[in-house]
């Protein structure tokens, strides 16, 4: 497995990395400073997609395997559903990478430029989450955009000796709320939502993150959204 250096959740790098990516200048990330309903009412709309950068802690390993064993023993195998971007990581420290990804590659309407994007997503159009993967990891032009942006941020980038956070994607798919975490074998479903309930339904879930975790301050959020004027 070959290593990239981590991304920081900082939006100012984020949203010039999507748009060095080939993502229109009308999109941006954004900080979401709460959960509550009334700090969510201050971000700007639309949002497309909440991100989540979490602690990998015991309780949250905890969780993951035994989700992992549901689904496995679940009477039917799990599918993930034709219209829906995902792809597992196989690169380490990419999660910041595939959550950007994800977030994005699963709104038709946000504008991808000609790009390394662009390119990516048509050169994995037929492949399954794990290929996906797998051409990430070989996939120089992505690799030099990602070390690019991951220098800008503003902890010493040698400083990560072991990255214990992890980066996940939210979003709406035909009216439902998938997690797309790329350590994980399927996305996760997270039952239905609408456009108009798709943030707080989002924020919920991110909370179960945080109730997993109580006495844990690392947690941050944040959203792809329409870029302020």
Same mark, same amino acid.
Request: a negative charge; proline letters at 5%.
């Given at each position: 497995? +070959?290593?990239?250096?981590? /991304?920081?959740?900082?939006?100012?790098? /984020?949203?010039?990395?999507?748009?060095?990516?080939?993502?229109?200048?009308?999109?941006?990330?954004?900080? %979401?400073?709460?959960?509550?309903?009334?700090?969510?009412?201050?971000?700007?709309?639309?949002? #497309?997609?909440?991100? /989540?950068?979490?602690?990998?802690?015991?309780?949250?390993?905890?969780?993951?395997?035994?989700?992992?064993?549901?689904?496995?023993?679940?009477?039917?195998?799990? *599918?993930?559903?034709? $219209?829906?971007?995902?792809?597992? &990581?196989?690169?380490?420290?990419?999660?910041?990478?595939?959550?950007?990804?994800?977030? %994005? =590659?699963?709104? *038709?309407?946000? !504008?991808?430029?000609?790009?390394?994007?662009?390119?990516?997503?048509? +050169?994995? =159009?037929?492949?399954?989450? !794990?290929?996906?993967? &797998?051409?990430?990891? #070989?996939? #120089?032009?992505?690799?030099?955009?990602? &070390?690019?942006?991951? &220098?800008?941020?503003?902890?010493? =980038?040698?400083?990560?000796?072991?990255?214990?956070?992890?980066?996940?994607?939210?979003?709406?798919?035909?009216?439902?709320?998938?997690?797309?975490?790329?350590?994980?074998?399927?996305?996760?479903?997270?039952?239905?939502?609408? $456009?108009?309930?798709?943030?707080? !339904?989002?924020?919920? %879930?991110?909370?179960?993150?945080?109730?997993?975790?109580? !006495? $844990?301050?690392?947690?941050? %959020?944040? =959203?792809?959204?329409?870029?302020?004027?």
């Amino acid at each position: 497995m +070959s290593t990239w250096t981590p /991304l920081e959740s900082n939006p100012e790098v /984020l949203t010039k990395y999507i748009h060095k990516l080939g993502v229109s200048p009308s999109w941006a990330i954004t900080d %979401v400073i709460g959960l509550d309903e009334e700090l969510l009412a201050m971000l700007p709309q639309p949002v #497309k997609a909440l991100v /989540l950068l979490f602690p990998i802690s015991d309780a949250y390993e905890k969780h993951r395997a035994e989700e992992h064993e549901r689904i496995k023993a679940a009477a039917e195998p799990l *599918k993930t559903p034709a $219209d829906l971007f995902y792809m597992r &990581q196989f690169t380490h420290n990419a999660c910041g990478t595939v959550a950007l990804i994800h977030s %994005v =590659a699963n709104n *038709k309407d946000i !504008d991808i430029g000609e790009g390394v994007l662009k390119n990516f997503l048509k +050169s994995c =159009a037929g492949l399954s989450p !794990d290929e996906r993967g &797998q051409a990430l990891e #070989k996939d #120089k032009a992505f690799t030099e955009d990602h &070390q690019m942006l991951a &220098q800008e941020g503003q902890t010493d =980038a040698g400083a990560y000796e072991t990255v214990i956070h992890h980066f996940i994607s939210l979003v709406n798919m035909n009216n439902t709320l998938y997690e797309l975490d790329g350590r994980k074998s399927y996305p996760i479903d997270h039952g239905k939502t609408s $456009d108009e309930t798709f943030l707080a !339904d989002a924020a919920k %879930v991110c909370k179960e993150f945080m109730a997993r975790d109580p !006495d $844990d301050m690392r947690f941050t %959020v944040l =959203a792809l959204t329409a870029a302020q004027e």
